[in-house]
Each structure stands twice: as C-alpha cells, then as structure tokens.
C-alpha cells in the first residue's frame, strides 16, 4: 500500500512511557486531520484510521457522487463520470470513499508531519510529568543515580523520568555513585524552560517526617501526630510528638523497642541525632524537653518577648548548648522561645575563667570549648576526656593537655 509508514515515528514514541493507547491516537487523528484542513479546506469528511500495533495509518475521503459539471466542491463531490472509475456500480447520490495516497503529498509536508507529532507527544509528556509529580510534592521517590556532577546530582525514578538532587538539599556526608539508589522527598515542581524540573530534597523537614510515617504504623495510622520538626542536616534533629490516645507512649512508640524503629531513620540520614520529645502546651517543660539531655534546674519565660532564661548547674551548660550550638539552636527553632542559657552560681568560688590561661592555651583552642558551653576551667574538668573530644574538634592529646594544665592550677 502506498500509505505513510509511521513505524520509525512509532519507535520514538515508545520513549514516552507515560502515554496511554487512546491518548496517542488521538493526538495521531488531530495531527492528521489539522494537515488535511489545512490542504482541503474541511476534514470533517475524511476518515483516518491509525494502525499503532502495524505502524501504519489509512486516510480515506467520503464524497457525494453529482452529475459531471455539477461539482461545486471537489473536497465534498466527485463527478460520476470520475466516480465509475473507482467502482463501475456507483450511482448519482451515492457516497464514495477513496484512499488518500500520501504520494498525493509532498515531501516537505510528510516530514512537517513526523515533526508535529514528535513535538506534541514530548509536549503531552512534559504536562504529564508535570502533573504527575505536582501531585507528589511531599512523598519520597526512590531512584536511581544516573549522574554526579558538581552542583548537583541527576536521577532517574522506575520510570525514566529525570529528577534532580541540588547540592544544597544533599546532607553534608552524602556521597552517591552512579547506579546507586537514592531515596529523598519530592521538594517542588517547576517549569524551566518549558521543561519540568523535580527538585527533590533530603535536607527538608518534611523528609524526616515522611521517614517517620515509613518507620512507625502509629504515626502513619495518625495515632501519633508529629507536631514540629527541626534539623540542622546530617548533624541534629529534634521532633516533637504528641498522642491522643493515652495508651500509647508517642516517644517510645518513635523510637521503637531498643531503638529498632529509629535506627533505620538514622541511618538513613547519615547518623544524624535525632531527639524525640513529647510535646506539651506547657512552655517550661516544653523547653527543658527540647533542650534534653541537658538537665535544667530553673526557668524563666517572658511570654511578651518569646524569650526563656535557662539556669543550669556548670556541669549541664555545655550538654544544653551541644556542639557548635545545634542543640540550643534546634532547641529554640523547636519551641518558638529565644533561649538564653545562664550557668548556676557555684558555691565554689574559686573557678577561674578560661581566659586567664591565654598565655598556656592557644586562643582557638579555648574558643573550641566555649562553643560548648565551657568557659571556665572547672566546666571543662568536670566533663569527661572522651566527652571533650566528642564535643568539639580537638585531637584527644590537645584536650589531655589542656585538662593537665587546668589541673595544676587547682593543685
């Protein structure tokens, strides 16, 4: 037959996954149908008949037989005379259906053809894409790395579908190969330059708490409702949970039996700290809760300013404010209360200011221990060698050293 041959602009459809049988007909009629108003002037009595299986397609022309020079329109009408040639039998009145050969059509026309249905099948899928994953925006996607660069990384979910991993929605300890498996959550949806682009975004809350919803039935059934999350990524996390269901504990529910349940999302980010806490309307116990594990022994809120000062014995100021301030910080991002932490006064007098011993230890190495909350020597003494080097950034000969200096100041 002398038809079109779509087969080679099937086989390019077949890249389109997301393109169900009826949709690409259609698109494959309206295509068609467009060329052949565009060269009769009217298509409405023409019938196209698409084969995708065979990669073929028909077009055939109904016309009304007329008298020979009655034609008024050679889209709509067929003279008999003309008419008999087909089929001897034809009568005037009667309809006459005829093949279009696309030899009837020029080259430039057939290749303008292959173009536009390439064009509005990458267009149905780019909207298709689109509005797929709009509807996603919150749900983690589990894909494969099909590209590392700098700035960030390139993935593919099961179907094919492109989505990125920027640098800055990476936790800081994240490293990926290609071919390896990813899992994040689906942060935004944006059309760049008529192209949808799926961010998508391990560094956000609502990753956490989509791992939560994966790890634990009861907040997935919604018996425990997560009421805030905090993160500083790859480092800390606090979360606050609550249950109406007085039956249930919402902290130990999270955390699982030994931690069953929480290991698996910790790992999952990276050996990121995750503080689980009950949460309560209460502001005070709200705000000792947050800054756990540090043990508080008074507080007081100013409710007009948000503002909480924190008194605590020297021993606990350090585990309040955590290394490099995360705990204090997540702390306050938590509860909405800007903490100020305040160390209790020692009965003992003779506790000497660090900075006093500037002539024995380096001045970035004293400034290590005050971003944990230990300014004076007695604060550094009573914590452990092995809690000081967990702590801050120092090597454990630096600390030795230092608490052997501390020491002697006392002896």
């Known amino acids: 037959m002398e038809h079109i041959n779509l087969v080679e602009t099937f086989s390019e459809f077949k890249e389109f996954k997301n393109i169900d049988r009826e949709t690409m007909m259609r698109i494959l009629e309206d295509i068609f149908r467009h060329m052949l108003t565009k060269k009769y002037g009217s298509a409405d009595n023409f019938d196209i008949i698409v084969n995708i299986d065979k990669g073929d397609l028909e077009i055939w022309r109904n016309r009304v037989i007329v008298e020979d020079g009655a034609v008024e329109d050679g889209n709509l009408q067929i003279a008999y005379s003309e008419a008999v040639k087909i089929e001897p039998d034809f009568e005037i009145g009667e309809d006459v259906s005829e093949e279009i050969k696309m030899l009837d059509f020029g080259r430039r026309e057939i290749l303008s053809i292959r173009q536009n249905l390439v064009s509005k099948i990458q267009e149905y899928e780019k909207d298709n894409v689109y509005r797929k994953y709009k509807e996603r925006i919150g749900e983690i996607i589990t894909g494969e790395v099909y590209q590392v660069w700098k700035k960030e990384i390139l993935v593919l979910d099961d179907e094919g579908i492109e989505l990125i991993l920027p640098k800055s929605e990476q936790i800081p300890t994240d490293f990926y190969r290609k071919g390896d498996t990813i899992r994040a959550v689906v942060s935004k949806v944006e059309m760049r330059n008529n192209t949808p682009a799926i961010i998508l975004s391990r560094t956000s809350s609502a990753f956490l708490e989509r791992l939560f919803e994966a790890e634990v039935p009861e907040v997935f059934d919604g018996l425990i409702t997560i009421k805030n999350i905090v993160r500083v990524p790859g480092e800390r996390a606090k979360i606050a949970v609550e249950s109406y269901d007085d039956r249930i504990d919402p902290v130990g529910a999270c955390v699982g039996m030994k931690g069953s349940r929480i290991h698996g999302i910790v790992r999952e980010l990276k050996n990121e700290n995750i503080d689980v806490i009950n949460f309560t309307a209460n502001s005070s116990l709200y705000i000792s809760r947050a800054l756990s594990p540090a043990k508080i022994s008074s507080i007081n809120i100013v409710e ?50 660090l900075n006093e011993f500037v002539d024995e230890i380096e001045d970035w190495i004293i400034d290590e221990f005050k971003a944990i909350g230990c300014d004076t020597a007695k604060s550094v003494l009573n914590l452990t060698i092995e809690d000081l080097v967990q702590r801050t950034d120092l090597e454990e000969e630096t600390v030795k050293e230092v608490i052997k200096i501390l020491k002697e100041e006392f002896e």
């Open 304 to 353: 007009a300013e948000k503002k909480a000062e924190v008194y605590l014995r020297p021993d606990q100021v350090s585990l309040a404010i955590g290394k490099g301030g995360f705990n204090i910080k997540l702390a306050g991002k938590l509860t909405g209360y800007e903490i100020d932490v305040y160390r209790e006064a020692d009965v003992d007098s003779e506790d000497v200011d």
